[in-house]
């Protein structure tokens, strides 16, 4: 399944929300290659960076590469490449 960018926020966010997405981080300090799992529980919001003028999203997940605790994390749309 592939996101939808120009898609609304609550859009975007029904299509995260139970899903386990594969990340490609830019700097990584848990995997060296920058690919991340994260298995999606909540969405807070979906923003554009006013710096970086990127549309991203702030989730509540389960961090699969470090241990599976629940963090908050924020992640650009454009990163996101699968979503199962």
């Given amino acids: 399944m592939n996101i939808n ?10 299509a995260l929300v139970g899903k386990t997405v594969r990340y ?4 990584s300090k848990i ?3 920058g690919v991340r799992v994260f298995k999606v529980e909540a969405v ?3 923003s554009i960076g006013k710096k970086s003028g990127r549309r991203y999203v702030t989730i509540l ?16 749309l454009a990163g996101i490449d699968l979503v199962v």
């Avoid at 960018?5 to 029904?14: F, R, V």
């Avoid at 997940?61 to 650009?76: I, M, P, Q, T, Y």
Wanted: net charge negative; glycine share 6%.
């Fill in 5 to 14: 960018y120009q898609a609304s926020a609550l859009e975007i966010a029904n």
């Fill in 61 to 76: 997940a389960k961090d699969v590469d470090d241990g599976g605790e629940s963090k908050h994390r924020n992640l650009h």
């Fill in 44 to 46: 807070d919001h979906v």
């Fill in 24 to 27: 490609f981080a830019n700097d």
């Fill in 31 to 33: 995997k060296n290659d």
